[in-house]
Nanobody, 130 residues
Framework: QLQLVESGGGLVQPGGSLRLSCAAS????????MAWFRQAPGKEREGVSC????????NYADSVKGRFTISRDNAKSMVYLQMNSLKPEDTGVYYC???????????????????????WGQGTQVTVSS
C-alpha cells in the first residue's frame, strides 16, 4: 500500500529555514513524479514544487523560486523540500504527493495541479511568524 509521510514542519521566524521530508513506502519511488503542495487557511491547495521521477526536471511556483529547493533520493525513498528565506505568506499545511503517470516539466509556465497527483500524505504544518 502506497504511503507518504511528511515531517519537518514547525514554527520559524521570517527569514528562517526549514527542511521538509517525505518518506515513501509501499511502492518504488523511482517510477513516480513527486510534488509538494501547500494550503493556507481559507485558500485552495496550490503547487509549490515538483520533481520528475529521475530528478532531472524540477519546477517551482513563482512565489518560491530562488528560495525553495526540491530534491529526492530514490535509494532512500525520500523527497525533500529545503525552504530558505521564509516569509509569513509561506505559512500553511505542506503536503507531499506522488503520481506514476504525471510528468513534471521544467519549462517555465508549467502548471501542476492537485488533480494531477493520485497519492497524498497527511501534511505537516509550517508557520512563519515572529
Amino acid at each position: 500500500q502506497l504511503q507518504l509521510v511528511e515531517s519537518g514542519g514547525g514554527l520559524v521566524q521570517p527569514g528562517g529555514s526549514l527542511r521538509l521530508s517525505c518518506a515513501a513506502s509501499g511502492f518504488t519511488l523511482d517510477y513516480y513524479s513527486m510534488a509538494w503542495f501547500r494550503q493556507a487557511p481559507g485558500k485552495e491547495r496550490e503547487g509549490v514544487s515538483c520533481i520528475s521521477s529521475s530528478g532531472g526536471s524540477v519546477n517551482y511556483a513563482d512565489s518560491v523560486k530562488g528560495r525553495f529547493t526540491i530534491s529526492r533520493d530514490n535509494a532512500k525513498s525520500m523527497v525533500y523540500l529545503q525552504m530558505n528565506s521564509l516569509k509569513p505568506e509561506d505559512t500553511g499545511v505542506y503536503y507531499c504527493a506522488a503520481d506514476k503517470w504525471n510528468y513534471c516539466s521544467g519549462f517555465s509556465g508549467y502548471v501542476f495541479l492537485p488533480a494531477d497527483f493520485g497519492s497524498w500524505g497527511q501534511g505537516t504544518q509550517v508557520t512563519v511568524s515572529s
